[in-house]
């Protein structure tokens, strides 16, 4: 996964932070990918590709205004204007984030700030483009 992701770092750096995430070196829980992603990758030198596209460059268009807001209506099927628990975890299962149930309730508790109507559009939003890489454009107003 870090190859993919184009982390520049040796294969013993790769265990030695495998193994201090995972301590009891069964699958990597939510709570460790966590600590990996606060601990490690923030800091771990990316391999530049010149292929890549210039993401600082991507402009917002009315094409992922409308992506997005498709993306939203499709999960929120109550009509509601907000994803609950239910309708998140279908997203993250069509994104194939597969998670334990402890954890896909932490996130979506992660993510909607404690809203108990669930997520609304513009959490939606901000949550799916806060991948790197998605989003260095604000949306028109």
């Known amino acids: ?4 992701l184009g982390a520049d770092c040796s294969f013993r750096q790769k265990i030695n932070m495998y193994n201090d995430v995972d301590p ?3 699958t990597i829980d939510l709570h460790e990918f966590h600590t990996f992603y606060y601990k490690y990758w923030a800091n771990l030198p990316l391999r530049e590709d010149p292929e890549a596209p210039d993401y600082e460059a991507v402009e917002w268009t009315v ?3 409308e992506m997005t ?3 939203f209506a499709k999960y929120d099927k109550s009509g509601d204007g907000f994803i609950e628990q239910e309708e998140f ?5 069509d994104l194939g984030i597969i998670l334990r149930k402890a954890d896909r309730i932490e996130l979506f ?9 669930g997520v609304d559009y ?6 799916w483009f806060s991948f790197p890489g998605r989003k260095s454009a604000q949306p028109p107003a």
């Open 89 to 93: 975890d279908c997203l993250l299962e």
């Open 1 to 4: 996964l870090l190859d993919a």
């Open 122 to 127: 513009q959490t939606f939003e901000d949550w």
């Open 109 to 117: 508790q992660t993510i909607n700030n404690g809203n108990e109507e």
């Open 24 to 26: 009891n070196h069964d």
């Open 63 to 65: 094409e992922d205004e």
């Open 69 to 71: 807001r498709s993306a």
